[in-house]
């Protein structure tokens, strides 16, 4: 086995090492989530901590990890008696981001449960990481049923496997550790919620910093077992550390002054539900064990609560997380008992380090650890939110068709939008938006499995096996049932699609609450796109050509920013725009073939420019229709005078078009528009 990077060694990343030393020390604060860039020891990090956790008591063959003191009556391997059992070292567990629901979960053998009666069950990766670390690298990339079943296993502490009737239960309790990068897609606030903690990293811009980093992770790279050995001591010492802060942990005090502070503060942020508040009077009393003293002061609640809260307090993926510090500073002085003041104001959380108590960086090896993870880690800054925007109502507008460029205008309010879909049954991504063939949702038929059986259609099984009973000498109750008797049900789901946003930025848009307006339609667009688990790209046009804004992405948040910061002006390259779409389109089928598009393209219809310039916009269009593309116009024009460009567009595309006001979930003009790949009648 190779040997882990030490933890000692990792350079800066204060937070990310608290947050994941606190869950050492208690593994009821709930886990901790790392958002970050790429390259910022995030995954380096979580595999260190699991050689600092103690050793874990487990009856010895128990495939299940049952605790020999107090063993689970209900253990497919037990029951056992209690004992004194043996010890091994804590696990830490990594679910691939395309891990199958019984690698998870763990599977029974269909075939031996219906010919033998007998529950021959394969344990899964929740078995596996039962009291100890489940690690999720890229965690906002899981597949939705993988995080239901996640969601479970965390709320119950037990893993669940059933399969037509026959059920197996089993204990899975652990220590939920995500990494993720907030570029590629959020997560669904249900599993941000199960997370007990949350930090923030990023690559250090100071030059030392980065020298030191580069040069302990290259001695690593070089000699890592010799590396690791020169931090030995470092890490023996932050391992007793740990120890005796978990020894410490029942004995220390969380007065009913420092429990109104975080009522206070959960109450001052608006997060919603009571975990909040459990989680930081747990966080609070595990700082205060880790800093070695016996009753929770007003700083650990603060550092508390910059843990526990920024992701608990999002209303939508465009919210930064993040908490005004300013506010909880004075949430907290107006919730303290002035009795208190005296003497506990001054108290210092941790006298041994930075940021509650992590070691210092600067007395080990002068080779040691880094703030690199593996080769797999990069570098890129996340695009970030427009600091600059122009009031929506203000400035004239400019002449239709032409003009310089204008500064970007707020989006106007989102708003729940009518469902797009896409036409037909795919097999892509699940997802929320159009229908597929899937692993869940509804049966609709059977056929013989191709791979691995997965789910069993019953009824099948049974009529293909039942002529054959005589034959095979059925003598019993027991039906014989054989490996090609065996059927796999088919179900219809919903998949996520890639839509692609052809967004027209030219001078005939500029006018200021016009694009506003057109802004707030795809800000609502983008957002119904994270509901339903799409890809989202964005193409502009405007001047003389196009250009891919945002290329495909599973991160929303990414093509808000980018389409908040969009300037406007010049003439409309049309067709520019919707040949740009096409080679992304063509692309994007290549990298993933089963992922179906949407072409949403939002304008007013108007092609300026060049010879023309509305001919070459029809044949693009028909270029669209003619490879099937499912495609949609969302229709910008307005005024009393309509020319109904966007529809002819629409028309060329072989899809439908819609107005702003149709666009709206509640608007009269129907409940759900389906866009049709074939050409629709004039």
Same mark, same amino acid.
């Given at each position: 086995?190779?040997?882990?990077?030490?933890?000692?060694?990792?350079?800066?990343?204060?937070?990310?090492?608290?947050?994941?030393?606190?869950?050492?020390?208690?593994?009821?604060?709930?886990?901790?989530?790392?958002?970050?860039?790429?390259?910022?020891?995030?995954?380096?990090?979580?595999?260190?901590?699991?050689?600092?956790?103690?050793?874990?008591?487990?009856?010895?063959?128990?495939?299940?990890?049952?605790?020999?003191?107090?063993?689970?009556?209900?253990?497919?391997?037990?029951?056992?008696?209690?004992?004194?059992?043996?010890?091994?070292?804590?696990?830490?567990?990594?679910?691939?981001?395309?891990?199958?629901?019984?690698?998870?979960?763990?599977?029974?053998?269909?075939?031996?449960?219906?010919?033998?009666?007998?529950?021959?069950?394969?344990?899964?990766?929740?078995?596996?990481?039962?009291?100890?670390?489940?690690?999720?690298?890229?965690?906002?990339?899981?597949?939705?049923?993988?995080?239901?079943?996640?969601?479970?296993?965390?709320?119950?502490?037990?893993?669940?496997?059933?399969?037509?009737?026959?059920?197996?239960?089993?204990?899975?309790?652990?220590?939920?550790?995500?990494?993720?990068?907030?570029?590629?897609?959020?997560?669904?606030?249900?599993?941000?919620?199960?997370?007990?903690?949350?930090?923030?990293?990023?690559?250090?811009?100071?030059?030392?910093?980065?020298?030191?980093?580069?040069?302990?992770?290259?001695?690593?790279?070089?000699?890592?077992?010799?590396?690791?050995?020169?931090?030995?001591?470092?890490?023996?010492?932050?391992?007793?550390?740990?120890?005796?802060?978990?020894?410490?942990?029942?004995?220390?005090?969380?007065?009913?002054?420092?429990?109104?502070?975080?009522?206070?503060?959960?109450?001052?942020?608006?997060?919603?539900?009571?975990?909040?508040?459990?989680?930081?009077?747990?966080?609070?009393?595990?700082?205060?064990?880790?800093?070695?003293?016996?009753?929770?002061?007003?700083?650990?609640?603060?550092?508390?609560?910059?843990?526990?809260?920024?992701?608990?307090?999002?209303?939508?993926?465009?919210?930064?997380?993040?908490?005004?510090?300013?506010?909880?500073?004075?949430?907290?002085?107006?919730?303290?008992?002035?009795?208190?003041?005296?003497?506990?104001?001054?108290?210092?959380?941790?006298?041994?380090?930075?940021?509650?108590?992590?070691?210092?960086?600067?007395?080990?090896?002068?080779?040691?650890?880094?703030?690199?993870?593996?080769?797999?880690?990069?570098?890129?800054?996340?695009?970030?939110?427009?600091?600059?925007?122009?009031?929506?109502?203000?400035?004239?507008?400019?002449?239709?068709?032409?003009?310089?460029?204008?500064?970007?205008?707020?989006?106007?309010?989102?708003?729940?939008?009518?469902?797009?879909?896409?036409?037909?049954?795919?097999?892509? @991504? +699940?997802?929320?938006?159009? &229908? /597929? *063939?899937?692993?869940? !949702? %509804?049966?609709?038929?059977? =056929? #013989?499995?191709?791979?691995?059986?997965?789910?069993?259609?019953?009824?099948?099984?049974?009529? @293909? +096996?039942?002529?054959?009973? &005589? /034959? *095979?000498?059925?003598? !019993? %109750?027991?039906?014989?049932? =054989? #490996?090609?008797?065996?059927?796999?049900?088919?179900?219809?789901?919903?998949?996520?699609?890639?839509?692609?946003?052809?967004?027209?930025?030219?001078?005939?848009?500029?006018? %200021?609450?016009?694009?506003?307006?057109?802004?707030?339609?795809?800000?609502?667009?983008?957002?119904?796109?994270?509901?339903?688990?799409?890809?989202?790209?964005?193409?502009?046009?405007?001047?003389?050509?196009?250009?891919?804004?945002?290329?495909?992405?599973?991160?929303?948040?990414?093509?808000?920013?980018?389409?908040?910061?969009?300037?406007?002006?010049?003439?409309?390259?049309?067709?520019?725009?919707?040949?740009?779409?096409?080679?992304?389109?063509?692309?994007?089928?290549?990298?993933?073939?089963?992922?179906?598009?949407?072409?949403?393209?939002?304008?007013?219809?108007?092609?300026?420019?060049?010879?023309?310039?509305?001919?070459?916009?029809?044949?693009?269009?028909?270029?669209?229709?003619?490879?099937?593309?499912?495609?949609?116009?969302?229709?910008?024009?307005?005024?009393?005078?309509?020319?109904?460009?966007?529809?002819?567009?629409?028309?060329?595309?072989?899809?439908?078009?819609?107005?702003?006001?149709?666009?709206?979930?509640?608007?009269?003009?129907?409940?759900?528009?389906?866009?049709?790949?074939?050409?629709?009648?004039?």
């Amino acid at each position: 086995m190779s040997t882990p990077y030490p933890f000692t060694a990792i350079v800066g990343q204060d937070d990310l090492r608290l947050g994941l030393l606190l869950n050492a020390v208690s593994p009821a604060v709930g886990g901790v989530l790392v958002r970050g860039e790429k390259g910022t020891a995030k995954s380096t990090a979580v595999r260190a901590l699991a050689a600092l956790m103690p050793e874990v008591p487990v009856v010895a063959g128990c495939r299940f990890s049952c605790d020999p003191g107090t063993p689970d009556p209900a253990c497919p391997d037990g029951p056992h008696e209690a004992g004194t059992g043996v010890s091994r070292p804590a696990r830490t567990v990594e679910l691939p981001v395309g891990a199958s629901e019984d690698r998870l979960v763990g599977a029974l053998d269909i075939e031996r449960a219906l010919s033998e009666g007998v529950k021959a069950f394969e344990p899964g990766l929740l078995a596996d990481a039962h009291r100890g670390i489940l690690y999720v690298d890229e965690v906002n990339l899981l597949h939705d049923h993988l995080v239901d079943l996640l969601l479970d296993a965390a709320a119950m502490g037990a893993s669940y496997v059933e399969r037509e009737g026959v059920s197996v239960r089993h204990a899975a309790r652990f220590l939920l550790v995500g990494t993720m990068n907030p570029e590629e897609g959020e997560l669904r606030p249900q599993l941000l919620d199960r997370f007990g903690l949350t930090v923030e990293v990023a690559a250090s811009r100071e030059t030392d910093l980065r020298v030191e980093v580069v040069r302990r992770r290259l001695a690593y790279d070089d000699d890592p077992a010799g590396f690791a050995a020169r931090w030995a001591d470092e890490e023996a010492a932050l391992r007793e550390r740990i120890t005796a802060a978990r020894a410490l942990l029942p004995r220390v005090v969380l007065g009913d002054g420092v429990l109104r502070q975080i009522a206070a503060t959960c109450a001052a942020f608006e997060v919603d539900g009571m975990r909040a508040d459990i989680v930081m009077a747990r966080t609070a009393t595990a700082l205060a064990a880790w800093a070695g003293r016996e009753e929770v002061v007003a700083d650990d609640v603060r550092q508390a609560a910059l843990l526990a809260l920024p992701h608990r307090r999002r209303r939508n993926p465009f919210d930064a997380p993040g908490l005004d510090e300013d506010k909880l500073d004075q949430t907290l002085d107006d919730a303290a008992d002035p009795a208190d003041d005296q003497d506990g104001g001054d108290d210092d959380p941790d006298p041994g380090g930075p940021g509650g108590g992590v070691p210092p960086q600067g007395d080990g090896p002068d080779d040691g650890g880094g703030d690199t993870g593996g080769p797999d880690d990069g570098g890129a800054d996340a695009p970030g939110r427009s600091s600059t925007r122009e009031d929506a109502g203000s400035g004239d507008a400019p002449a239709p068709g032409g003009g310089g460029e204008q500064q970007p205008v707020r989006a106007g309010e989102p708003f729940r939008t009518k469902m797009l879909s896409v036409p037909g049954l795919g097999e892509g @991504a +699940a997802g929320r938006r159009s &229908r /597929a *063939r899937t692993e869940h !949702g %509804r049966t609709t038929g059977s =056929r #013989r499995p191709e791979g691995a059986l997965t789910k069993l259609h019953l009824a099948a099984t049974v009529q @293909a +096996a039942a002529p054959h009973q &005589r /034959a *095979r000498g059925r003598s !019993g %109750r027991g039906l014989v049932v =054989r #490996r090609d008797d065996l059927r796999q049900a088919t179900r219809e789901g919903r998949e996520g699609n890639l839509v692609l946003f052809v967004v027209d930025a030219s001078g005939s848009m500029a006018a %200021r609450q016009r694009m506003s307006a057109v802004k707030g339609a795809v800000m609502s667009l983008l957002l119904d796109a994270y509901q339903r688990r799409d890809k989202v790209g964005l193409v502009t046009f405007r001047g003389k050509d196009a250009e891919v804004v945002l290329p495909p992405t599973s991160s929303v948040d990414a093509a808000a920013a980018r389409l908040e910061s969009l300037p406007t002006g010049g003439r409309t390259p049309l067709a520019a725009g919707l040949l740009k779409a096409h080679d992304v389109l063509r692309v994007e089928r290549l990298r993933d073939p089963s992922r179906r598009a949407l072409l949403v393209v939002v304008t007013d219809g108007r092609a300026t420019g060049g010879v023309d310039p509305v001919a070459l916009a029809a044949r693009a269009g028909r270029l669209h229709a003619s490879e099937g593309t499912a495609a949609v116009v969302v229709d910008c024009e307005s005024g009393f005078v309509r020319l109904g460009l966007a529809a002819q567009l629409a028309r060329d595309l072989g899809g439908g078009a819609v107005t702003l006001d149709e666009l709206r979930a509640d608007s009269i003009a129907g409940l759900v528009k389906d866009i049709t790949a074939a050409g629709r009648a004039a």
